[in-house]
């Protein structure tokens, strides 16, 4: 069940993150949830290093640091994609 509770909340924040970064018109419900399952685990590494939240717990600021993590995702996904055209 918890499965289902990952695999949703990465969906809505790769969502976020995509609309942030201006890539929701290229990006599908597949692509959402990599990108917010990924971004999820570097937004909440930045957070535990800087010991701001924890890994694994859902609060509001889990929430902001998996959509930041998300952002920077995509951010450099974007400087590759334009660098090896």
Do not use: P, Q
Not at 10 to 33: C, E, F, K, P, Y
Not at 63 to 82: D, K, P, Q, T, Y
């Amino acid at each position: 069940m918890y499965i289902l509770y990952w695999i949703i909340f990465g969906a809505i924040v790769g969502w976020i993150a995509s609309i942030i970064t201006h890539d929701n018109a290229r990006m599908g419900l597949i692509a959402n949830i990599i990108v917010g399952l990924i971004g999820s685990a570097i937004g909440g590494a930045i957070a535990t290093l800087c010991n701001l939240a924890t890994i694994g717990s859902f609060s509001f600021w889990g929430f902001v640091f998996a959509i930041l993590g998300s952002c920077i995702l995509l951010w450099i996904l974007n400087w590759f994609r334009r660098k090896h055209r």
